[in-house]
């Protein structure tokens, strides 16, 4: 019987471990989405906070606690969509990333206590608003100007280069280009008074 007893307790210390070490994880993830929602670029801080949830949801599987899972699972697949750049991390969305994780700190500190059930309606009612806004949300397009500028200066580097075998791709690269954007390009240089 008293194998028992400490396999209880060494279950609490690893389920207590689990909850500190995902709760220092959960204090550092909203000043990395507002650090990544103003620099898009440093897909490094949208990976770290996609690995930190994952690391959750996996542990939290791991100990039976089926609802920090599933909280924890919608919240990693709306962070994949945003890294995966399908989803745009706009205000919304943040603001309720970062209610999600409020939600996720409440849950792991209510395991800890040994009050482990189902996801109640606040939990709910929060993974249907970023479902609504997961639904709602449109991938990120390029603009067309800024693209066909690119393309544009590409070929013009490359008719640089000053060598025969580039040509053709030069010319397929300007040919990408749809006509009405390059000629009001033309006529925004050609304009009298400029």
């Known amino acids: 019987m008293a194998d028992d007893t400490e396999d209880f307790d060494e279950?609490?210390?690893l389920l207590a471990a689990f909850v500190d070490e995902s709760l220092e994880l959960l204090q550092e993830l909203p000043a990395s989405l507002e650090s990544y929602?103003?620099?898009?670029?440093?897909?490094?801080?949208?990976?770290?906070?996609?690995?930190a949830v994952?690391?959750?949801?996996?542990?939290a599987g791991f100990f039976g606690l089926a609802g920090i899972k599933q909280f924890a699972h919608s919240l990693e697949n709306t962070l994949d969509e945003v890294r995966g750049g399908t989803m745009v991390l706009d205000e919304r969305l943040a603001?309720?990333?970062?209610?999600?994780?409020d939600i996720l700190d409440g849950l792991l500190n209510q395991a800890l206590q040994g009050q482990v059930g189902e996801l109640g309606s606040r939990e709910q009612q929060l993974l249907k608003e970023i479902a609504d806004l997961t639904a709602s949300s449109e991938p990120p397009?390029?603009?067309l100007d800024v693209l066909v500028k690119e393309v544009l200066a590409l070929?013009?580097?490359?008719a640089d280069a000053d060598?025969?075998?580039?040509?053709?791709?030069v010319?397929?690269?300007r040919a990408l280009c749809p006509e009405s954007l390059t000629l009001n390009e033309e006529q925004k240089t050609s304009e009298p008074g400029d």
């Open 163 to 169: 060598s025969p075998d580039v040509e053709p791709w």
């Open 141 to 143: 397009v390029a603009d």
């Open 171 to 173: 010319e397929r690269l």
């Open 37 to 51: 929602k103003a620099d898009p670029g440093d897909t490094e801080q949208i990976n770290s906070i996609f690995r």
């Open 95 to 101: 603001r309720s990333l970062i209610e999600g994780f």
């Open 155 to 158: 070929a013009d580097e490359m």
């Open 11 to 13: 279950d609490d210390e």
């Open 54 to 59: 994952h690391s959750i949801k996996g542990n």
